[in-house]
């Protein structure tokens, strides 16, 4: 008792673990766990089915999906894709029929969800608030975002991620395979 098994990053479960006195209790590290490295053409695909639920939800009108897009960003950015539906379905189903993964470091992707839960949970509340119209355009800024995630590779809140890091702003420690992150594509 006491130890994680992991098959692969995303199947990381929290277990219990043995405090110093002898105790045994949750280990929150392991609830909050974000998987490093992830296989980038999971993140793509999870962020191509954003776009597709995104979309639908600009087209429509329906505020509840924005209130999906978020808990969405939320569940990816605090739990990593272990309980995120899209996540699992890219994760799990999707990106091994792609073939071998590619792997990328972890923290820049979880940035990059964070600031997907913060764009998504801020449209959601504007569009609560009365302000659809700056709700939809905050959305559709999102929008694009996914877009050239999922389609062009580049994640640009890897790249704001790379640029603070660079600043200081973001520890080194933080992502040591992270240092070289630059905002052009290899």
Do not use: H
Request: hydrophobic share 55%; charged share 10%.
């Amino acid at each position: 008792m006491g130890k994680l098994q992991i098959d692969s990053p995303a199947d990381a479960v929290p277990t219990t673990a043995t405090a110093a006195g002898g105790r045994t209790g949750l280990d929150w590290r392991t609830v909050f766990a974000f998987p490093n490295p992830v296989n980038e053409y999971a993140a793509r695909i999870t962020a191509a089915l954003v776009v597709v639920v995104a979309a639908a939800t600009l087209l429509t009108g329906w505020g509840w999906g924005l209130a999906l897009i978020a808990a969405g960003f939320w569940l990816r950015v605090l739990f990593g894709p272990r309980i995120s539906p899209l996540a699992q379905l890219s994760v799990k189903v999707l990106a091994p029929r792609l073939g071998r993964a590619k792997l990328v470091p972890g923290p820049p992707k979880r940035f990059a969800q964070g600031i997907g839960a913060g764009m998504s949970t801020a449209a959601a509340l504007l569009l609560a608030a009365g302000l659809a119209p700056a709700a939809w355009t905050l959305l559709a800024v999102l929008i694009v975002a996914a877009s050239l995630e999922a389609f062009a590779g580049f994640c640009l809140g890897c790249a704001i991620f790379g640029f603070l890091q660079r600043r200081g702003l973001i520890p080194a420690d933080i992502c040591e395979a992270c240092n070289n992150i630059s905002l052009k594509r290899p």
